[in-house]
């Protein structure tokens, strides 16, 4: 069964183990004033939100990536 959450430590440390930290949060830059709250006072990244599903759409992630990056956040 895929991993469901993680951490926003875990997240966060994972896109900089994946290199993609500042894309992503150049990305979030350009996403709406409630997007950018929630990243940034999010305690917990929940793999079935719509702002997930947007992001890992727009770094080019495939389902199967998506798991295998918060299987890997999770383990952090």
């Given at each position: 069964?895929?991993?469901a959450s993680a951490s926003a ?41 719509p702002m997930m599903a947007a992001g890992f759409a727009a ?18």
């Open positions: 069964m895929p991993v430590r875990q997240f966060k440390l994972q896109l900089f183990a994946f290199g993609l930290l500042d894309q992503v949060e150049a990305w979030i830059a350009t996403q709406s004033k409630a997007v950018q709250i929630a990243d940034e006072y999010s305690g917990t990244f929940v793999r079935t939100e770094m080019g992630f495939t389902d199967p990536q998506i798991d295998e990056f918060f299987t890997a956040a999770a383990a952090l």
